[in-house]
């Protein structure tokens, strides 16, 4: 079931999120995440509109959309990876937005062959001051620059 998030989940999904990054990114360091939590929880999340799977009412994974067309965040739950609910999560903002855009550090293979599946394409290469690793700029639909 995919549903918003509730305020009450946001310790849960920060759990969550805090895993799941430190488990897709190991180039960067741990310590990185940990001081970007509270940024995350209190900034990000909040100027988001955030959907969660739930499965067994755990979340198992989450999307937040910003500013109705960047996508900030795409999450499933390690146990989880694999059975759908990233092409759940994805299909489900596409119906409510015409058109998005992400940004990907290049390293994360897993991620970048997943939203190349989704029909995402790459728009340019940027570099993340914070971390020192570079990244792309994509975008959904195929072929529209967002």
Do not use: C
């Amino acid at each position: 079931m995919i549903r918003r998030l509730q305020p009450h989940e946001m310790d849960e999904l920060i759990a969550l999120w805090l895993a799941s990054t430190i488990d897709a990114h190991p180039f960067i360091s741990e310590s990185y995440w940990h001081e970007s939590e509270s940024i995350v929880r209190n900034v990000y999340i909040p100027q988001s509109v955030t959907w969660v799977y739930l499965q067994n009412d755990k979340i198992a994974g989450f999307i937040s959309v910003m500013d109705s067309l960047f996508i900030g965040a795409l999450f499933v739950s390690e146990p989880f990876i694999g059975k759908g609910i990233g092409n759940a999560l994805m299909a489900h903002v596409k119906k409510q937005y015409p058109a998005l855009s992400l940004e990907v550090y290049q390293k994360n293979y897993r991620a970048v062959d997943f939203y190349h599946h989704q029909g995402f394409r790459i728009e340019e290469s940027a570099w993340q001051n914070e971390t020192h690793h570079p990244t792309w700029i994509m975008s959904w639909p195929e072929g529209e620059t967002l």
